[in-house]
Nanobody, 128 residues
């Protein structure tokens, strides 16, 4: 059983930056594709970014490309999301998620049903 705990959320002005962290415990995630999702009030949970276990593949939703960067440190069992040039529309609860382990080093997962463990979320609020 893997537990994921997000941190790093908060209130920031438009144009500012935040770095989210997702710490995993219970077992290693070093063979698991990992992802970030977000959910704004009254909206569906949406995919933000994903990274393969090797870090060789990274994928972003168009709205965050060139602003957000996903990374991971398998030695620390942690995944990060660096968010720059934040906009009010980025306001949401951000969730970290993990997929089952795979031998495919470049595999990324973008659908919620590809993930089987989730964190509790961290609030990101961007003021205009």
């Amino acid at each position: 059983q893997v537990q994921l705990v997000e941190s790093g959320g908060g209130l920031v002005q438009a144009g500012g930056s935040l770095r989210l962290s997702c710490a995993a415990s219970g077992r290693t995630i070093n063979r698991s594709p990992m992802g970030w999702f977000r959910q704004a009030p009254g909206k569906e949970r949406e995919f933000v970014s994903a990274i393969s276990w090797s870090g060789s593949s990274r994928y972003y939703v168009d709205s965050v490309k060139d602003r957000f960067t996903i990374s991971r440190d398998n030695a620390k069992n942690t995944v990060y999301l660096q968010m720059n040039s934040l906009k009010p529309e980025d306001t949401a609860v951000y969730y970290c998620a993990g997929s089952p382990p795979t031998d495919l080093s470049a595999r990324v997962s973008v659908r919620t049903d590809e993930y089987n463990y989730w964190g509790q979320g961290t609030q990101v609020t961007v003021s205009s």
